[in-house]
T-cell receptor, first 114, second 113 residues
Framework: AQSVSQHNHHVILSEAASLELGCNYSYGGTVNLFWYVQYPGQHLQLLLK??????LVKGIKGFEAEFIKSKFSFNLRKPSVQWSDTAEYFC????????????FGSGTQLTVLP | KAGVTQTPRYLIKTRGQQVTLSCSPISGHRSVSWYQQTPGQGLQFLFEYFSETQRNKGNFPGRFSGRQFSNSRSEMNVSTLELGDSALYLC????????????FGPGTRLTVL
């Protein structure tokens, strides 16, 4: 079975700081990878996804993630955060071709100070 | 296009009771998955339905069950409720292919007293 680790439980940044959230997964085969975001009072929304091809994936709102297969990692980055990025971020993985059974990490709460 | 809708949004039950939650997927989405979100265990996969058939099931006891109707709407049922079943229950829908992302609904907040 697959598993996902998000080592940063709570990250606090000032506006305009750069962001990198770590995500490592464990699975023996090929995978699909996702980052979801949950803004306060809102439902989970997809930030970006990786199925195959270019390991550098660009998502909405200026976010990007890089899949490094040798490190089993899919870290989320943003060069300059805004106060509106305050939210909880979840990394998720599925076996390739089975995107309907997501295994989530424990989430990272990001707080951006104005 | 309307998103995934879930009813009711909030529910309070007592131990031993049973509960049924409903999910209407995005139009054209035939796959529906259910997840449980708690502060302690995070987001955990319950089960997935496609064409009225359960295709995948997570590691939950048999008290948790579900079904899907011919219009793709889905229900999940929890019998003999326990305090630990208090959680946010999320429904997600997607196109049938495994290469399409899931879209989540707002969830049903279940509180068991």
């Amino acid at each position: 079975a697959q598993s996902v680790s998000q080592h940063n439980h709570h990250v606090i940044l000032s506006e305009a700081a750069s962001l990198e959230l770590g995500c490592n997964y464990s699975y023996g085969g090929t995978v699909n990878l996702f980052w979801y975001v949950q803004y306060p009072g809102q439902h989970l929304q997809l930030l970006l996804k990786y199925f195959s091809g270019d390991p550098l994936v660009k998502g909405i709102k200026g976010f990007e993630a890089e899949f490094i297969k040798s490190k089993f990692s899919f870290n989320l980055r943003k060069p300059s955060v805004q106060w509106s990025d305050t939210a909880e971020y979840f990394c998720a993985v599925t076996p390739s071709g089975s995107a309907r059974q997501l295994t989530f990490g424990s989430g990272t709460q990001l707080t951006v100070l104005p | 296009k309307a998103g995934v809708t879930q009813t009711p949004r909030y529910l309070i039950k007592t131990r031993g009771q049973q509960v049924t939650l409903s999910c209407s997927p995005i139009s054209g989405h035939r796959s529906v998955s259910w997840y449980q979100q708690t502060p302690g265990q995070g987001l955990q996969f319950l089960f997935e339905y496609f064409s009225e058939t359960q295709r995948n099931k997570g590691n939950f006891p048999g008290r948790f069950s579900g079904r899907q109707f011919s219009n793709s709407r889905s229900e999940m049922n929890v019998s003999t409720l326990e305090l630990g079943d208090s959680a946010l229950y999320l429904c997600a829908s997607s196109l049938p292919s495994g290469y399409n992302e899931q879209f989540f609904g707002p969830g049903t907040r279940l509180t068991v007293l």
